[in-house]
């Protein structure tokens, strides 16, 4: 077997650009293979990034509450936070927001309107990330049933669940996770792949034909190291599954075998640590929260393959106003979308 580029690939800081400017909060990335990008945007809908680097925000109705929140604490507590992001099969966007608990769809002139916001007669929680597989499938991730999200950053509450959108209606496939982020699958769609934030790990379950899940376990180490708050996820061709850790900012690669690799480290050691240590004894305060982010893309949140070739690495952030990008040293596993809608 020929031997895995990504172990010899080193970020060349030189060669990492950006594209797109006064965003807020890009944490999720679409890209389609005529190089246009979109973005997930804390106004309310999503950026459009064409080729040439023009821009437009479409939205059904632009909301300010993230650029004049009063505080850090209420800019990413409170109002319509999009967040992860994916095509449904007509080429509107099904969003995953953050901020209203709920699963919306949006069309690309920003038609809105929520798909569901409810589960067994409940709320359903904070909509982390939404999936589309290659059967049509919506997938969900709910991090907590804990509505001030920051209160479950702790290291002994799993009350995160995947969901399916299915006739109208949430129905959960798997629970007990902890703070569950994004998800992906595999170039088969056989395992699901499941970050696992304030677990500090990559869980995985099989997948069957009709969509029931199974046989969970931990990919990779049981946790990444230090700082080990994993957020987005994305797998090349070879199936490495790339990743980033939000509050200490770093990007990683796990290779097919699990084997770890830290290729981006842009923490604040300092803050990272006095985090750690709040988290670690269930006590996280704002201040030692927020104090974090820095770096090419503060808050490190997502990884996009996009380019003709899907040779290019997006990297999506929820405090940068823009998106840093560089070559890959192995194409992107295609979306669902890639191929047109």
């Not at 449904?88 to 966007?93: C, Y």
């Not at 700082?227 to 200490?248: E, H, K, Q, R």
Request: aromatic residues 10%.
């Amino acid at each position: 077997m020929a031997r895995n580029p990504v172990l010899e690939f080193e970020v060349d800081r030189a060669a990492i650009r950006y594209v797109g400017e006064g965003l807020q909060r890009p944490e999720c990335i679409l890209a389609e293979s005529d190089g246009t990008l979109w973005s997930a945007d804390a106004r309310g809908g999503v950026v459009r990034i064409d080729p040439d680097g023009t821009q437009a925000i479409v939205t059904q109705k632009r909301s300010a509450s993230f650029a004049g929140a009063r505080d850090e604490a209420s800019r990413y507590l409170t109002g319509t936070l999009p967040n992860g992001l994916a095509f449904a099969a007509d080429g509107s966007f099904l969003i995953s927001n953050f901020g209203t608990d709920c699963l919306e769809t949006m069309t690309r002139e920003g038609d809105t309107h929520v798909l569901a916001d409810r589960i067994d007669g409940q709320p359903v929680g904070k909509v982390n990330f939404v999936l589309r597989d290659s059967k049509g499938r919506v997938w969900i991730t709910v991090s907590t049933r804990v509505k001030n999200w920051m209160h479950a950053l702790r290291t002994d509450l799993a009350d995160g669940y995947i969901a399916r959108y299915e006739k109208g209606a949430f129905h959960v496939v798997a629970d007990g996770f902890r703070f569950t982020n994004e998800i992906r699958f595999d170039a088969r769609e056989e395992f699901l792949y499941v970050v696992e934030t304030t677990g500090g790990c990559i869980s995985r379950l099989r997948v069957d034909a009709n969509g029931r899940t199974g046989g969970r376990e931990v990919f990779g180490p049981s946790t990444l190291g230090k700082g080990a708050w994993p957020d987005g996820i994305a797998f090349d061709i070879l199936g490495n599954l790339w990743g980033t850790m939000v509050y200490s900012d770093k990007l990683f690669v796990l290779t097919p075998e699990g084997r770890l690799k830290i290729l981006l480290d842009e923490g604040d050691p300092a803050k990272v640590d006095a985090l750690e240590q709040e988290f670690f004894n269930n006590r996280v305060t704002e201040d030692v929260l927020f104090a974090t982010g820095r770096g090419i893309a503060p808050w490190m949140a997502s990884v996009t393959f996009g380019g003709p070739d899907l040779g290019t690495i997006y990297i999506g952030s929820l405090k940068g106003k823009r998106i840093p990008f560089f070559r890959a040293p192995a194409p992107g596993l295609p979306m669902v979308h890639w191929q047109g809608r």
